[in-house]
């Protein structure tokens, strides 16, 4: 199984970008699927995560109303729309297999390959 984020780039501050994730072996419809980010000498932080019915979703607050999940089932893809992007922002952001919980997500071992994401002020 291996996960690939892309869609990642260089914005200015206000600006948008849509990541998406691809998976290879896996099909993500049915999976509970979480986006991360890890900005330098920082852990790796939850961002945002859907269940793989849709029916839960869950957006942390440093992004809520800004980043939005989703998913295409047909192209066996998940996406990460970010908005109004900030320069705290500025992270490589990836995309995990896990497990939506109500109020949290369990990600797995599984990451992939990252997609940088760097906004400038």
């Known amino acids: 199984v291996q996960l690939q984020a892309s869609g990642g780039g260089v914005v200015q501050a206000g600006g948008s970008l849509r990541l998406t994730c691809t998976a290879f072996g896996l099909i993500l419809a049915n999976n509970d699927m979480g986006w991360y980010r890890q900005a330098p000498g920082k852990e790796r932080e939850l961002v945002a995560a859907?269940?793989?019915?849709?029916?839960?979703?869950l957006i942390t607050d440093p992004v809520k109303g800004r980043f939005t999940i989703s998913r295409d089932n047909a192209k066996n893809t998940v996406y990460l729309q970010v908005n109004n992007l900030r320069p705290d922002d500025t992270a490589v952001y990836y995309c995990?297999?896990?497990?939506?919980?109500?109020?949290?997500?369990?990600?797995?071992?599984?990451w992939g390959q990252g997609t940088q994401v760097t906004v400038s002020s």
């Open positions: 859907m269940s793989r019915g849709g029916r839960t979703t």
């Open positions: 995990n297999q896990g497990a939506v919980r109500s109020t949290f997500y369990i990600p797995y071992d599984n």
